[in-house]
């Protein structure tokens, strides 16, 4: 037998010592750099597109969640020809987080669709803009109102129900909970102030949870980025 036959079967029975896969082909996966410069772009968007596009975050999140398959990708190109023990794993709890926020956004829509049968206004709901439509074109037909309560559920799935802003300015719907009084207003002389506990149980059901998804989905948020930058900072260091 010749030696260099001999070293092949020497290094073929060493390998199947150390469980290493005879015949992998390394697959193409996106370099450690690029995929760090994503993770990093998507950490930065989502703060920067809450506060100047909100509608826009739903875009965002979905691009974050899909970043999972190239994780997973390079992941299994570290453990490529490795025994299990030895394999490692990255972390892809920012992303599963993504999905998980999808998910109670869809369900904070549906609930509050259901529920949009027990509002005692047809204009709850509506944004500013959407009041001035109607006013200014006269828009009262079934129709148009239907049309309107779509496109705001099509928005509140856009900014993840954490409300519509544009450029710092957040747009509070007709009758909304919480918003501010306007300048310059004082309560009439003698009138006496309302009691909290009344107008919170007289509040609709559909306000009070879109309030908690809002401040729901905004925790998630954040701890996206959190995660997030705690994943980048340990792919730096398996990958150093």
């Known amino acids: 037998m010749k ?3 001999r070293d092949l079967i020497h290094r073929m ?6 469980g290493i896969r005879r015949g992998a082909k390394k697959r193409f996966v996106v370099p450690n750099k690029v995929y760090i410069l994503i993770k990093i772009v998507l950490i930065a968007a989502i703060p920067a597109v809450y ?5 826009l975050l739903i875009l965002v999140v979905l691009a974050y969640f899909g970043l999972i ?9 570290f453990n490529l020809g490795l025994k299990k023990d ?6 892809k709890a920012d992303s599963l987080l993504c999905l998980l926020l999808v998910i109670i956004t869809a369900a ?15 204009f709850e709901g509506f944004d500013d803009s959407q009041l001035e439509e109607v006013v200014e074109e006269g828009a009262f037909s079934s129709s148009d109102f239907v049309w309107m309560q779509v496109w705001t559920k099509v928005k509140d799935v856009g900014t993840l129900m954490t409300g519509t802003r544009y450029l710092f300015q957040e747009q ?4 909304g909970f919480g918003g501010e009084p306007p300048e310059g207003f004082s309560p009439p002389s003698g009138a006496d102030m309302p009691d909290l506990s009344e107008l919170l149980e007289d509040m609709p059901f559909s306000v009070m949870f879109g309030s908690i998804v809002k401040a729901v989905d905004t925790g998630i948020l954040l701890i996206i980025c959190i995660c997030g930058l705690v994943s980048v900072r340990k792919f730096k260091k398996l990958t150093k």
């Open 86 to 91: 030895l394999r490692i794993r990255l972390p």
């Open 13 to 18: 029975e060493v390998e199947d010592d150390l």
């Open 108 to 122: 904070g829509v549906a609930v509050s669709s259901v529920s949009m049968t027990q509002r005692g206004s047809m």
């Open 172 to 175: 509070r719907g007709f009758g």
């Open 51 to 55: 506060f100047l596009c909100s509608p």
């Open 69 to 77: 398959a190239i994780t997973r990708n390079i992941e299994k190109n």
């Open 3 to 5: 030696n260099s036959k």
